[in-house]
């Protein structure tokens, strides 16, 4: 019996100077895992504070691709940095929101890039499909109209901004007259169908909500107020091209396309009905 006392006290001790060993370990294994992560983040610190990590220039501000209007240097002039600048200290973030603030910019990715370092800017720019016309409130016999630029899904652009930072670029040849708040729900819908059309479209007037009207090649052609008819509208009108051919285009008022299934031709004085005629 004094035996078998004896062998577990004996087993205890050594568990116990085991479980001894095995704090000691963790507390070594500890005090090294703190040196290691400490002396990494001195070394990460180290290496970022380095004179390399460093923005001298708008040089170093890279566009990956996207801007077809705007040339690099214009873009590059956008991000406002004073220089020199550490890479560390750039907010991605931050550069992104002010480019997207840009009218003619859509939509914009920045990221740092680390060898050699500098910054990925990649964008998306508005294209300006339409110059929008408005008359001035108050002006003399609404001769002078507000010019703005528009996109195909309806953003309005400031003209002078769009030539500053663009100098030498065309602009789109398609006009748009009327309130912007008026046709802006309808535009993508409007703009889709004429830019579609084979019969060419200088102007599109929506002044008058019950009657849009198109200046055409043809001449002058009224579609009403019923924008879900305007894709069967511009068919029955590209089956009309050959018209200038019959009549004599300076004697006609207007082409009349309300009813897409009965075409009318206004004359200076004769209303006279058209069929049409599938080229």
Not at 121 to 131: D, G, H, L, N
Not at 207 to 219: F, R, S, W
């Amino acid at each position: 019996m004094a035996g078998i006392v004896s062998v577990s006290r004996t087993d205890l001790a050594q568990r116990r100077k085991k479980l001894r060993r095995q704090r000691q370990m963790k507390i070594i294994q500890t005090i090294w895992r703190t040196f290691a992560v400490t002396g990494l983040a001195s070394g990460l610190l180290w290496v970022a504070i380095q004179p390399m990590w460093v923005l001298n220039a708008p040089a170093q501000i890279v566009m990956k691709s996207g801007n077809k209007l705007l040339s690099d240097k214009v873009t590059q002039s956008l991000v406002v940095l004073s220089y020199p600048q550490s890479l560390w200290r750039i907010e991605p973030k931050a550069i992104t929101k002010s480019l997207q603030q840009q009218p003619i910019i859509a939509q914009a990715t920045v990221s740092r890039r680390l060898f050699p370092p500098g910054l990925i800017i990649e964008i998306k720019e508005r294209v300006p499909v339409a110059i929008a016309l408005r008359a001035v409130p108050g002006a003399i016999a609404q001769t002078q109209k507000e010019q703005r630029l528009l996109d195909a899904s309806g953003i309005l652009m400031p003209l002078e901004k769009y030539t500053s930072l663009n100098p030498t670029a065309r602009l789109p040849n398609l006009k748009v007259i009327g309130s912007p708040e008026q046709y802006r729900p309808h535009w993508t819908q409007i703009y889709q169908a004429v830019s579609q059309s084979s019969v060419k479209v200088m102007e599109i007037d929506c002044q008058d909500p019950t009657n849009l009207i198109l200046k055409t090649e043809l001449g002058k052609v009224h579609l009403g107020a019923l924008i879900t008819e305007l894709p069967e509208q511009i068919q029955v009108l590209v089956q009309m091209r050959h018209l200038p051919a019959k009549l004599n285009p300076s004697q006609i008022e207007y082409i009349d396309l309300k009813n897409p299934e009965s075409p009318l031709v206004q004359m200076n004085q004769n209303k006279q009905q058209v069929k049409s005629q599938t080229p």
